[in-house]
């Protein structure tokens, strides 16, 4: 294609856009739609994994020693732990028996004190354990179990972990899964709608078949128009989300702020949802009107 | 220039259009393919300029067998042919001069070979005057006088037209029969699809008859009830096979 008729391309293009006003409207509307709701369910999902990956990595294994065992066995199995498993461990905590009550004394401070003391203290030391892979947990579980100082471990179902687990798992699945079903169904339709303005226009692209246009020459324009149908609709979709969602994220600040630090909100986060919804506009125009204008190019 | 070499063409709902159809046009020859609606006229052009493709048979077009040609080709067959409809075909978005301009902007065309070229193609058709016209500005015969001018304007050496007179007055019609005979004056071959008895009465021109997709008289200088002498009934459905 020489540089005359790349000009001649855009030129047309550019009349085209102006001159089918309606059917460019109606498309980019639809892409812009299409793209809010990928996008919102994409955000949501985020949000969803996000929360439960900072919930798991927030879990600690809790070991409960033997009554019994001095503080001294505590931190010999502290450093057996460490030893083993230090390099899966992020953080780990040993708490003293006379800490853990002081504690739940303030804790509870209605609770009446029923002798409760140094001489009467019913809690053993704990020990602390965050893993810097949460599925990991059941390995450095089961060897807590196995020593004879220790009393309980709660980790897995009984601390809850596992439960959220599955859900990190799921929403990682499900989420890949449920997000490029959307996608699809998003690039069939804008699809669709980048056909109706072939189909408005399939005279047009009978008389430049008339008279020897090659497909490519044919194809070029209703590609540089499908992209920007998409990329309009996404820059419009993906504004009205984020504009959307920070408003959302001001009100969660403002009512629930407990709930705000679970919310993505970074601008890099954001930065990279906004290029990825224009890169996807971009794409499904491009692959949209390439679908679309093939079929219509279907001759002997 | 084009053969037909025992071609038949069959639709995919089943329609035989095209019938073992065997003829030649010359170089430089000016013909009119008669025939009732639905004998199988416009088919014979589909074919080549390659919009369809026979069933059976061969198409040489200045040597060339159509059917054989890679899709890719196609194109560079259809800017040796220029195309006449009946509804003129022209995008009523862009003036006449636009219009005409397109077939050249299409295969890449210099802008100045452009400029040069299309007031001729207008002259040509004596519609220079109305080159900044859109086509609903224009009458039926000037819109045909247009799309004439869109076909010429590549200079192709074959040029088909499906009937080109239908949607127009006598007066209109005659005029763009005489266009096309000083087009084919000029060494372009000319294929005319029509059943304008009248015109083809008047030009005397070879008169190629179809009947349910076979050739039952092809003469020179001939009128369009050709044969009706030689046996009685109505000339469209007579079985009388030409040798071209």
Known sequence: MNLRTVEFQIVETSANIRRNGLMTAAAVTNAAACLFVLGAFALALWNLHSMTEQLSHESRIRIFLLKDVPFEEAQALESEIDTR????????????????????????????????????????????????????????????????????????????????????????????????????ATLLTISNTIRLTIYARRREIGIMQLVGATSRFIRFPFLLEGVFHGTLGALLGGAALLGGYTSLVSWVAETIPAFERWLIYSADQLGILFGGLIAIGLLFGLIGSWMSVSRHLQSP | MIEFDDVCLRYPNGT??????????????????????GMGKSSLLKLVYREETPSAGRVIVNGT?????????????????????????????????????????????????????VPKAL??????????????????????????????????????????????????????????????????????????????????????????????????????????????????????????
């Open chain 1, 85 to 184: 498993f230090g390099n899966m461990i992020e953080e780990r905590t040993l708490i003293p028996r006379e800490q853990v009550l002081e504690e739940f004394i303030l804790k509870f401070p209605s609770i009446p004190d029923a002798g409760l003391g140094e001489e009467n203290n019913p809690f053993p030391h704990e020990l602390q354990v965050k893993l810097k892979d949460p599925e990991e947990w059941r390995t450095v579980t089961e060897f807590a179990r196995a020593d004879g100082r220790v009393d309980e471990v709660r980790s897995g179902r009984e601390s809850g972990l596992e439960p959220l687990l599955k859900l990190r798992r799921m929403t990682r699945i499900g989420g890949i899964i449920l997000v490029t079903f959307l996608g699809f």
């Open chain 2, 16 to 37: 035989q259009a095209l019938d073992h159809v065997s003829t030649t046009i010359e170089k430089g020859e000016f013909c009119f393919l008669v025939g009732a609606s």
């Open chain 2, 123 to 244: 002259e040509l058709v004596d519609l220079l005057h109305k080159a900044d016209a859109y086509p609903d500005e224009l009458s039926g015969g000037e819109q045909q006088r247009v799309s004439m001018a869109r076909a010429l304007v590549n200079n192709p050496p074959i040029l088909l037209a499906d009937e080109p007179t239908g949607n127009l007055d006598p007066d209109a019609s005659w005029n763009i029969v005489q266009l096309l005979s000083k087009i084919n004056i000029t060494g372009t071959t000319v294929v005319v699809a029509t059943h304008d008895r009248d015109i083809v009465n008047r030009m005397a021109r070879r008169v190629v008859t179809l009947s349910e997709g076979r050739i039952v008289a092809d003469r020179q200088r001939a009128s369009y009830d050709v044969g009706e002498a030689d046996s009685p009934g109505d000339p469209m459905t007579r079985r009388e096979e030409v040798s071209p």
């Open chain 2, 65 to 117: 067998d159509v059917a054989a040609l890679p899709k890719r080709h196609v194109p560079l067959l259809r800017r040796r042919i220029g195309v006449v409809f009946q509804d003129f075909r022209l995008l009523s978005k862009k003036t006449a001069a636009e219009n005409v301009g397109y077939a050249l902007d299409v295969i890449g065309v210099p802008r100045r070979e452009k400029h040069r070229r």
